[in-house]
């Protein structure tokens, strides 16, 4: 199946820092998704993105479908975006449903 | 639109015991999944169901776990002769068919196997 690999395992800044994290899938995809998971476990939605750039405030991303990677920006950090940054994946084989996970970046943001 | 709950939020037991969670989905949302995440993994898919239909399986749902969605509403799985392995979040997701298919995740369900 497809394999989902996320980078940098761990990022420490200071606040008002921009940050940039890396996902890199094995296989072509029809669904991108990044995710945040906040200290408190909850798993929060950022972007639905299997190709091009969005945008949402001081987040966006950007998915490069043919180099097969997907990138997630976020700029003046402020201590609440610390948590777990996670992207999904899913591949083109006919019928397979399921989203894969990244191990994810933890993103600590400093004040 | 009152998002994915799910019930309980936490849960011990003791192994050898039979545990049941239960999922409720956003309303209009007819895709239901459940993923299971240990401390520092991402989460792992279990099961996926389209309306009442459970249509994909992961070879990780050993036969001890069986999971339901009457009339295609709220979900429940149940994990019988509970194992210390089984210790995790449980999480439920729900989506809907089409353009989009963002995900929405609940607060999960905690299990911890004494």
């Known amino acids: 199946g497809i394999q989902v690999e996320q980078s940098p395992p761990d990022l420490i800044l200071q606040e008002g820092a921009n940050s940039t994290l890396r996902c890199n899938f094995s296989d072509s995809v029809n669904n991108l998704q990044w995710f945040h998971q906040n200290p408190w476990g909850q798993l929060i939605n950022l972007f639905y993105?299997?190709?091009g750039t969005k945008q949402n405030g001081r987040l966006s991303a950007t998915t490069v479908a043919t180099e097969r990677y997907s990138l997630l920006y976020i700029s003046s950090s402020q201590t609440t975006d610390s948590g777990v940054y996670f992207c999904a994946a899913r591949n083109l084989i006919q019928g397979a449903q399921k989203l894969v996970f990244g191990q994810g970046t933890r993103l600590t943001i400093n004040p | 639109d009152t998002g994915v709950s799910q019930d309980p939020r936490h849960k011990i037991t003791k192994r050898g015991q039979n545990v049941t969670f239960r999922c409720d989905p956003i309303s209009e949302h007819n895709r239901l999944y459940w993923y299971r995440q240990t401390l520092g993994q991402g989460p792992e898919f279990l099961t996926y169901?389209?309306?009442?239909?459970?249509?994909?399986k992961s070879r990780l749902l050993s036969d001890r776990f069986s999971a339901e969605r009457p009339k295609g509403s709220f979900s429940t799985l149940e994990i019988q002769r509970t194992e210390q392995g089984d210790s995790a979040m449980y999480l439920c997701?729900?989506?809907?068919?089409?353009?989009?298919?963002?995900?929405?995740f609940g607060s999960g369900t905690q299990l911890s196997v004494l």
């Open positions: 993105i299997p190709s």
């Open positions: 169901f389209q309306n009442e239909a459970q249509l994909e």
């Open positions: 997701a729900s989506s809907v068919t089409g353009l989009g298919e963002k995900l929405f």
